[in-house]
């Protein structure tokens, strides 16, 4: 394991010269294979840390190296030993189903009347433009990645849900469409619980039922007015009987009818009424291992604030294209691989460093000295978790149960990962780390300047210098951005420490 710095520096809370106090997490390295351990882990009953290959485990018992609780008695059982072996582990929490893995993909299409719009496009051999309207572009797209999906996933199952002023369920087009309308957009319960009461909508593979959805495709037509949000429940409710699922929106405009609906003049009240709604649609998502991804046109007003927040925290994306670039971004979306789903990661720490947000310490309602982050669904391309953390503030340590024990020398970091693989096998991944620590701001300042060369140890400034982020005016995240050193790790780790401060865009 690579590190950019030598040591950890101890100093107490002030601008500090170096903030590198970051652990940098990457979620996709959770389709490499690790130790794999068939037994319960041996966790600490005070802080939840589990017990690792850095852990001195006693006649005594195990004297937790995060928050100084004794589990007195505390045994390695022949099947824990190997887990005890290993800094990178995978706790089998469940195993495998023997049901047949599959998935759903279903396209939540926009057929208002603004998708009517023409653009000028060019043949790739030049020459003058004609005229297609989006929808025209939008169907293109959708066709091509049916075939797609038939071809590469025969087995899946894809389904199509059309909004406007109502919404229109066409399933895999085997059965009777569904239409709601009017009261029904405004029935969060009976939206949420669509798919479980009409399962036949997706009762054919793609591979049987492409001609049947391409022939329901090219019927759709534009009008009416933008009930995004009442659809994009519906769509969730049906991509939800199989996790690793994921709904794919298209849309060109502003959520205006039914829940989340908004408009141009909205109040702040209606704006956190809207939020709150897709707020919960993401939690519904997240639960049921289903992501959802968001391609919007570019130079319209689309409701990217929310819906935006929500494919991101879900595990999806968001993309703003040009009409004509509607093949190629719906092709990206709809192929990227899933390797995780229903993944949670909490960062433990030891107990005199606390996890930071915008300069200042946070505790979890448990009062822990640590960070819970909802990841959703893990697929390709997804970005990195940027952990802030810095010094615990003495009125918090006098709230432990006993006194709390002095920073060792080289203190641990953990993070546990709670995922679904893709073999539906439901692990508890455990990272544990340790690092040397110094109370000289030379010798950290020496590694940034390159005065040392050495990269096996890492500078951990315990400041308190908040990481940028959240959404920017559009609604689509701001990247975490991070001078980060050995994103990919030899012993396939998901640990590393960024070396410079988060900065926004």
């Known amino acids: 394991m690579d590190f950019p710095s030598r040591f950890a520096l101890i100093q107490e809370p002030r601008p500090p010269v170096v903030d590198t106090n970051y652990v940098v997490l990457h979620p996709m390295e959770l389709g490499t294979p690790v130790k794999r351990v068939a037994a319960a882990p041996l966790t600490c009953s005070y802080c939840g840390a589990v017990a690792s290959t850095y852990s001195e485990i006693a006649k005594a018992g195990w004297q937790c190296e995060f928050c100084g609780t004794l589990m007195a008695g505390s045994k390695v059982s022949k099947k824990l030993r190997p887990a005890l072996e290993s800094a990178t582990v995978d706790y089998v929490l469940e195993g495998a189903s023997k049901k047949k893995s599959t998935f759903n993909v279903i396209f939540c299409i926009d057929t208002s009347g603004s998708m009517c719009v023409t653009s000028p496009v060019t043949g790739p051999e030049g020459g003058e433009p004609h005229y297609v309207s989006r929808m025209a572009q939008l169907k293109r797209a959708v066709h091509a990645q049916i075939d797609s999906l038939a ?116 109040t702040e009240i209606e704006r956190s009424y809207s939020q709150a709604f897709f707020h919960k649609v993401g939690v519904h998502a997240v639960e049921a291992g289903v992501r959802v991804s968001v391609i919007s046109l570019a130079g319209e007003e689309c409701n990217l604030q929310q819906i935006g927040s929500l494919a991101d925290f879900t595990g999806g994306t968001v993309t703003r294209v040009r009409p004509e670039e509607l093949a190629t971004s719906v092709s990206a979306v709809a192929q990227r691989p899933v390797v995780a789903t229903r993944a949670k990661a909490r960062l433990f720490l030891h107990c005199r460093l606390m996890a930071y947000q915008a300069g200042r310490p946070i505790a979890e309602p448990t009062g822990l000295n640590g960070e819970l982050r909802v990841l959703g669904s893990v697929s390709d391309g997804c970005g990195d978790e940027a952990f802030h953390f810095g010094s615990t503030p003495s009125e918090v340590l006098t709230t432990l149960p006993h006194p709390p024990p002095e920073i060792p020398l080289r203190p641990c970091f953990q993070i546990q990962m709670d995922y679904w693989a893709q073999d539906g096998t439901h692990c508890l ?31 951990l400034a315990l400041g308190s210098v908040p990481i940028c982020g959240g959404f920017s005016s559009t609604g689509i995240a701001r990247a975490r951005r991070c001078n980060v050193f050995g994103l990919r790790l030899s012993n396939n780790s998901l640990l590393c420490i960024a070396s410079e401060r988060a900065r926004g865009t």
Do not use: M, W
């Open 429 to 459: 991944r455990v990272i544990t780390r340790d690092l040397p620590v110094t109370d000289s701001t030379q010798q950290v300042r020496a590694e940034r300047t390159g005065q040392r060369r050495d990269t096996r140890s890492i500078a």
């Open 151 to 266: 071809r590469d996933h025969p087995k899946c199952r894809v389904g199509l849900v059309a909004f406007d002023s109502n919404v229109r369920v066409l399933g895999d087009g085997s059965g009777n469409e569904e239409l709601l309308a009017e009261d029904a957009l405004l029935d969060y319960d009976a939206l949420a619980a669509f798919g479980a009461t009409k399962p036949d909508c997706l009762k054919k593979t793609v591979k049987e039922a492409k001609a049947t959805l391409q022939e329901k495709l090219e019927q759709l037509t534009e009008g009416g007015q933008t009930a995004l949000g009442p659809s994009l429940l519906v769509a969730v409710s049906l991509a939800a009987s199989h996790s690793g699922s994921q709904v794919i929106v298209c849309t060109d405009g502003l959520s205006n009818i039914g829940l989340g609906a908004l408009h141009t003049s909205a």
